[in-house]
């Protein structure tokens, strides 16, 4: 479903990510933990070319993402759904125009953007709050906007950059089940970035461990455990085996 095929970025003279390849499987919900800094959202953003690597390949489907001019960019980029930890609303915007925002950018008619808008509200549970404004939303309801923004032009994928990082432990697990409900009811690929391995652990079938811009191992989620505060990825392989 997507592949990045030795793909480097580098931001001056810093690399962020070094001749990376994975294949994230169809229907898949894949995770990909690390330090700070390891290059976990550089891996996220060069799937949908918001950073251009500087060298590689990104398959998505089977569309090669690198050579394609920007308008074919642009008709790719609608099938990837992308939300992050701090929501990224517009403020001055309700709750119904933020998630009509990503269907005027696909150039959707205006009578078909109402019920698609009222369509992914209903599905994250917000269709009594379309009038409201960010700031009268509490964390897990402006997730849950942005989540519709995603889904609103039915994308096959949907990138999660630490969606659930800003919310208190009861929201984040109403996050994962929406999280969940795209993956298994609308069949949506998903790669989800996080540091809590909890959330890992909870929702994701194979994780990739990150660690200074490579990939150090990615395993299959077997069974649950408990966070710790060593954040070296030999940590992080034994925990996912659960041998910690
Ligand atoms: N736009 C940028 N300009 C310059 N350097 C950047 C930029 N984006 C990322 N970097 C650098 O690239 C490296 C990887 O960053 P990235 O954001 O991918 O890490 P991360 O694993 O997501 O970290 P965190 O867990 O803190 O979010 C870091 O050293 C970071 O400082
Ligand atoms: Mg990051």
Avoid: W
Avoid at 217 to 223: A, C, K, N
Wanted: with cysteine.
């Amino acid at each position: 479903m997507i592949e990045l095929q030795n793909v480097t970025k580098k931001f001056g003279t810093h690399t962020a990510i070094q001749n990376v390849s994975l294949t994230v499987h169809k229907g898949e919900i894949h995770g990909l933990i690390g330090a700070s800094g390891a290059g976990k959202s550089t891996m996220l953003r060069v799937m949908n070319l918001l950073e251009i690597p500087d060298s590689g390949s990104i398959y998505v489907g089977d569309r090669e993402l690198t050579t394609r001019s920007k308008r074919e960019l642009r008709e790719a980029r609608k099938r990837i759904g992308m939300i992050f930890q701090h929501f990224n609303l517009v403020l001055n915007k309700t709750v119904e125009q933020n998630v009509a925002v990503s269907l005027q950018l696909a150039q959707v008619p205006k009578h078909q953007q109402i019920d698609r808008v009222r369509e992914c509200l209903r599905f994250v549970g917000l269709e009594d709050q379309m009038d409201k404004y960010p700031a009268q939303l509490s964390g897990g309801q402006k997730q849950r906007v942005a989540i519709a923004r995603a889904l609103a032009n039915e994308p096959e994928v949907l990138l999660c950059d630490e969606p659930t990082s800003s919310l208190d432990p009861h929201t984040t697990s109403e996050i994962l089940t929406v999280i969940r409900d795209i993956h298994e009811r609308l069949g949506v690929t998903v790669i989800i970035v996080s540091h809590e391995m909890n959330v890992i652990k909870s929702i994701c079938q194979r994780v990739t461990v990150m660690d200074q811009g490579t990939i150090y191992e990615t395993v299959p989620i077997e069974s649950s455990g408990i966070p710790k505060s060593d954040r070296s990825p030999e940590r992080f392989i034994k925990e996912l085996k659960n041998d910690a």
